[in-house]
């Protein structure tokens, strides 16, 4: 069951010259950087209130984000949605005729367990699910 919003994800070309923007926005200041090499990112978050953003800066040229900022430019590239059991939510997903990128969790940055929707088959929107790891 999808429990809140977890985090929207934001791609920014530097996070280093987006950091101070939407820290003043926000009103909050960044908790956490760090890079996910599998995914060739480099993640900056702020939490506000039970949500987080996410800042999302390509780390190599082919890296989804790269690929994204190429084709769209910056702003929102997804919505994350907090779940109890990753494994669960997929299964119930795939049942209910939603195409996953990730048919498996795979790490993901905050201590997360992570896997994406396919925007075609959630009316163009990326999705993403994360469960806190144990």
Do not use: W
Not at 22 to 34: D, R, W
Not at 98 to 127: M, R, Y
Request: proline share 3%; hydrophobic share 35%; charged share 30%.
């Amino acid at each position: 069951m999808l429990r809140k919003i977890e985090h929207l994800g934001i791609a920014v070309k530097s996070i280093e010259e987006s950091l101070k923007t939407f820290e003043t926005l926000l009103g909050s200041n960044c908790y956490k950087i760090e890079e996910v090499a599998s995914e060739g990112v480099k993640t900056a978050f702020i939490q506000i209130g039970e949500s987080k953003i996410e800042l999302l800066e390509a780390t190599n040229a082919d890296s989804p984000i790269a690929k994204y900022l190429d084709k769209k430019g910056p702003g929102i590239h997804h919505i994350a949605f907090d779940v109890e059991n990753i494994d669960a939510e997929i299964e119930r997903l795939t049942n209910e005729g939603f195409t996953l990128i990730h048919t498996s969790p795979k790490e993901g940055a905050d201590n997360k367990l992570i896997a994406f929707l396919h925007p075609k088959s959630t009316e163009s929107i990326l999705v993403e699910l994360c469960q806190e790891k144990s």
